[in-house]
């Protein structure tokens, strides 16, 4: 079945440096995707989509400028945290959307984000 | 502004009940109502879509239904078993987007022996 790679599934950095998630569609062209972040035992909380080739489109609240999203390609999007803090430390989840395929998602399995 | 709620944090039941979560949404008329199931540090699988037309699906020991007029949905897991223990995720699609997904917080469902 269709699959959504997150790389690294954990990590941490220190306070003030930038990290970089990677979410990838395996096996399927991804025309979408979309960000998610979770605090424990807490919803999924979506920050922006992604298009493929174009900027993405983030919710209210969440600062663009912290939160680098690029799609460059149709089966990569990247997150990338900016300058982190302790409270940007959370579970970050990408979900990829198959749109030559009925729009079927498929979410990614996070990747713990840890700021010291 | 759109709202969704799972109206249990926990429900715990005994091995080959049923087990019903119950989804209720507010300020939104969602076209589809998604399930998901979430292990811990794991990201959610999909286990079914309801769309507002539909009345109730079923795949396997699972079924949903979807009332537009209470703006709720049931999720049942009929003879449930410990490997249903979970965390279970509602979802609705928002404006804009097929998969745009507002999620409830989940209910973490224990299935004992």
């Known amino acids: 079945g269709a699959v959504v790679s997150q790389h690294p599934s954990r990590v941490i950095c220190k306070s003030g440096t930038s990290v970089k998630i990677e979410c990838r569609s395996l096996?399927?062209?991804?025309?979408?995707m979309f960000w998610y972040r979770q605090f424990p035992k807490k919803s999924l909380m979506l920050m922006a989509t992604s298009n493929e080739g174009s900027k993405a489109t983030y919710e209210q609240g969440v600062e663009k400028d912290k939160f680098l999203i690029n799609h460059a390609s149709l089966t990569l999007s990247t997150l990338t945290v900016t300058s982190a803090h302790p409270e940007d430390s959370s579970f970050y989840i990408c979900?990829?959307?198959?749109?030559?395929?009925?729009?079927?998602?498929?979410f990614g399995e996070g990747s713990w984000l840890t700021v010291v | 502004s759109q709202k969704i709620e799972q109206n249990s944090e926990a429900l715990n039941i005994q091995e080959g009940k049923t087990a019903t979560l119950t989804c209720n949404y507010t300020n939104y008329s969602p076209a589809y109502l998604q399930w998901y199931r979430q292990d811990p540090g794991r990201g959610p699988v999909f286990l079914l879509l309801i769309r507002e037309n539909e009345k109730e699906k079923r795949k396997e020991r699972l079924k949903v239904t979807f009332d537009t007029t209470l703006k709720q949905s049931l999720f049942h897991i009929t003879a449930s078993q410990p490997a249903d223990s979970a965390t279970y995720l509602c979802?609705?699609?928002?404006?804009?987007?097929?998969?745009?997904?507002?999620f409830g917080a989940g209910t973490r469902l224990a299935v004992h022996p």
């Open positions: 979900s990829a959307q198959d749109g030559f395929s009925g729009n079927t998602i498929y």
């Open positions: 096996d399927f062209q991804a025309t979408t």
């Open positions: 979802a609705f699609s928002l404006s804009g987007g097929y998969n745009k997904l507002i």
